[in-house]
């Protein structure tokens, strides 16, 4: 039986792994290659890495770390910050990534993931999305509009709208990172993943308030969630990705039991 | 010396590190000469069958694949490399593969909307049968896998391994005398895909 993902994010600023609520008050956690190693060894699904300042220092990804990671681990691992370009999606493929995630540029340019797609295949290109809840209106019917660049600007986008369009353009993957709920560790918002999960055909993957074990299993239960992305509730050391799957397995959800 | 065959179907980086993180030398070539005389052959590779068996004739590495894998050296197939080892494909409107093993590949027919295609993750491999590339690996370890379609191997008997989705029961691990053909990806699968490798780079190519 497929088994859902359990996948650590790790947004890294100047080499240094942070964590903050809602982009702000990051405090530093650590080396990015250290603890994709710990979260290796310890059994996580995937990996998500975020270069959280590349996109708004206009510079490319570091690809260095990128190639470190891609030496530390044998699991699929995404790759996000920055990308604008077919030759950038390129060059973190090389080095060793298995995904690239686009979010802001795919706004301002969403050919980029047909081009992506066709390019390099559709399980190559993962969208991040990041919808703060607002009023349900004509131009809003889900009661999410998509933001980009950190939350701070507003799109005029439908998340459902947008997610049916990037997953038509190619997008072979859809995290759905909520603005109300990243970093609160008080759940997942379960109906936005909800809405997006039953409005595409491709997998989504959680993201924004994991805080304990039983959030995993709410969102996969409820939210329809492929797989789910954690944070800051193992960056801390509260949990751990083991103690996580075997509560997750207690309740009836299928992960992977060998690593 | 493992030689990693290129033929503009997909990033070969992992597989290069997959084996690099064991201690193992590859080289990655599209060289005919280089693939024919080869002494343990990968054959990797994503995306459409159709385009991936344009570029092995355009590339000139159809009938030096043949001749390597009826050489009898070990041949490993990943994902749509073990795909293309089949003799055809329902995928770009019917496709003519190598035909290296009986069979064909179909694609997934969900029963459900939450059977997503593609098949996207891990999933256990149960093992019908014991096999070289198996070594110290125990039957329902899991593996990453990531494909839209699946391969249909003619006899039961090239049957290694099978892993269920989307309401069908396929053959993730195919193999025949000197090829064994993975759906899923030893180099994404962590440890349990290294061993899968470590014990490749180990056989023969005998079983």
Same mark, same amino acid.
């Given at each position: 039986?497929?088994?859902?993902?359990?996948?650590?994010?790790?947004?890294?600023?100047?080499?240094?792994?942070?964590?903050?609520?809602?982009?702000?008050?990051?405090?530093?956690?650590?080396?990015?290659?250290?603890?994709? /190693?710990?979260?290796?060894?310890?059994?996580?699904?995937?990996?998500?890495?975020?270069?959280?300042?590349?996109?708004? *220092?206009?510079?490319?990804?570091?690809? *260095?770390?990128?190639?470190?990671?891609?030496?530390?681990?044998?699991?699929?691992?995404?790759?996000?910050?920055?990308?604008?370009?077919?030759?950038?999606? %390129?060059?973190?493929?090389?080095? !060793?990534?298995?995904?690239?995630?686009?979010?802001?540029?795919?706004?301002?340019?969403?050919?980029?993931?047909?081009? !992506?797609?066709?390019?390099?295949?559709?399980?190559? #290109?993962?969208?991040?999305?990041?919808?703060?809840?607002?009023?349900?209106?004509?131009?809003?019917?889900?009661?999410?509009?998509?933001?980009?660049?950190?939350?701070?600007?507003?799109?005029?986008?439908?998340?459902?709208?947008?997610?049916?369009?990037?997953?038509?353009?190619?997008?072979?993957?859809?995290?759905?990172?909520?603005?109300?709920?990243?970093?609160?560790? =008080?759940?997942?918002?379960?109906?936005?993943?909800?809405?997006?999960?039953?409005?595409?055909?491709?997998?989504?993957?959680? /993201?924004?308030?994991?805080?304990?074990?039983?959030?995993?299993?709410?969102?996969? =239960? %409820? !939210?329809?969630?492929?797989?789910?992305?954690?944070?800051?509730?193992?960056?801390?050391?509260?949990?751990?990705?083991?103690? #996580?799957?075997? *509560?997750?397995?207690?309740?009836?959800?299928?992960?992977?039991?060998?690593? | 010396?493992?030689?990693?065959?290129?033929?503009?179907?997909?990033?070969?980086?992992?597989?290069?590190?997959?084996?690099?993180?064991?201690?193992?030398?590859?080289?990655?070539?599209?060289?005919?000469?280089?693939?024919?005389?080869?002494?343990?052959?990968?054959?990797?590779?994503?995306?459409?069958?159709?385009?991936?068996?344009?570029?092995?004739?355009?590339?000139?590495?159809?009938?030096? $694949?043949?001749?390597?894998?009826?050489?009898?050296?070990?041949?490993?197939?990943?994902?749509?490399?073990?795909?293309?080892?089949?003799?055809?494909?329902?995928?770009?409107?019917?496709?003519?593969?190598?035909?290296? $093993?009986?069979?064909?590949?179909?694609?997934?027919?969900? $029963?459900?909307?939450?059977?997503?295609?593609?098949?996207?993750?891990?999933?256990?491999?149960?093992?019908?049968?014991?096999?070289?590339?198996?070594?110290?690996?125990?039957?329902?370890?899991?593996?990453?896998?990531?494909?839209?379609?699946?391969?249909?191997?003619?006899?039961?008997?090239?049957?290694?391994?099978?892993?269920?989705?989307?309401?069908?029961?396929?053959?993730?691990?195919?193999?025949?005398?000197?090829?064994?053909?993975?759906?899923?990806?030893?180099?994404?699968?962590?440890?349990?895909?290294?061993?899968?490798?470590?014990?490749?780079?180990?056989?023969?190519?005998?079983?």
């Amino acid at each position: 039986m497929l088994t859902r993902r359990i996948i650590p994010c790790l947004d890294v600023r100047n080499r240094r792994v942070t964590k903050g609520v809602r982009f702000q008050n990051n405090v530093e956690l650590g080396d990015p290659i250290a603890l994709a /190693s710990r979260y290796y060894e310890e059994g996580c699904d995937e990996l998500v890495v975020y270069d959280i300042t590349a996109s708004a *220092e206009r510079r490319p990804i570091d690809i *260095e770390m990128v190639r470190e990671v891609a030496r530390a681990i044998h699991i699929p691992f995404a790759v996000g910050g920055g990308i604008a370009t077919l030759a950038d999606m %390129e060059r973190v493929l090389l080095a !060793g990534a298995e995904k690239i995630s686009v979010n802001s540029l795919a706004v301002a340019n969403p050919a980029l993931i047909g081009e !992506g797609s066709r390019a390099f295949g559709a399980q190559c #290109i993962v969208l991040g999305m990041d919808p703060v809840r607002v009023a349900v209106d004509a131009r809003f019917p889900s009661g999410y509009e998509i933001t980009t660049h950190g939350f701070r600007e507003r799109t005029g986008m439908d998340a459902v709208a947008w997610a049916r369009r990037a997953a038509d353009l190619g997008a072979g993957e859809i995290v759905v990172n909520s603005v109300d709920a990243d970093g609160t560790r =008080r759940g997942f918002d379960l109906r936005l993943t909800r809405l997006i999960a039953e409005a595409v055909g491709v997998p989504v993957v959680a /993201s924004g308030g994991a805080g304990k074990p039983s959030h995993l299993a709410d969102v996969f =239960r %409820e !939210g329809l969630a492929d797989a789910a992305i954690v944070a800051g509730m193992i960056h801390t050391g509260e949990f751990t990705i083991p103690r #996580i799957k075997s *509560e997750l397995a207690a309740s009836g959800i299928p992960v992977r039991a060998t690593w | 010396m493992i030689v990693i065959v290129d033929y503009k179907a997909g990033n070969l980086t992992s597989v290069q590190l997959g084996f690099g993180a064991l201690g193992l030398e590859t080289r990655v070539t599209r060289d005919p000469a280089e693939i024919a005389r080869a002494g343990r052959l990968v054959f990797p590779g994503v995306g459409a069958a159709g385009a991936a068996m344009r570029n092995l004739r355009e590339l000139g590495l159809v009938a030096p $694949l043949q001749a390597a894998a009826a050489r009898g050296i070990p041949f490993l197939g990943i994902c749509l490399g073990t795909q293309i080892v089949l003799g055809r494909s329902e995928e770009d409107g019917g496709t003519e593969t190598l035909g290296l $093993l009986p069979g064909q590949v179909r694609r997934f027919q969900p $029963l459900v909307p939450t059977d997503k295609v593609p098949q996207i993750g891990w999933n256990s491999v149960a093992f019908r049968r014991p096999h070289p590339v198996l070594a110290g690996l125990a039957s329902g370890s899991e593996f990453y896998f990531v494909h839209s379609y699946y391969p249909a191997p003619a006899n039961e008997t090239d049957v290694i391994g099978v892993t269920e989705y989307a309401g069908a029961t396929f053959a993730s691990l195919m193999g025949r005398g000197n090829i064994v053909a993975a759906q899923f990806h030893p180099e994404k699968s962590g440890r349990m895909g290294l061993q899968l490798l470590k014990n490749f780079s180990n056989w023969d190519g005998k079983c």
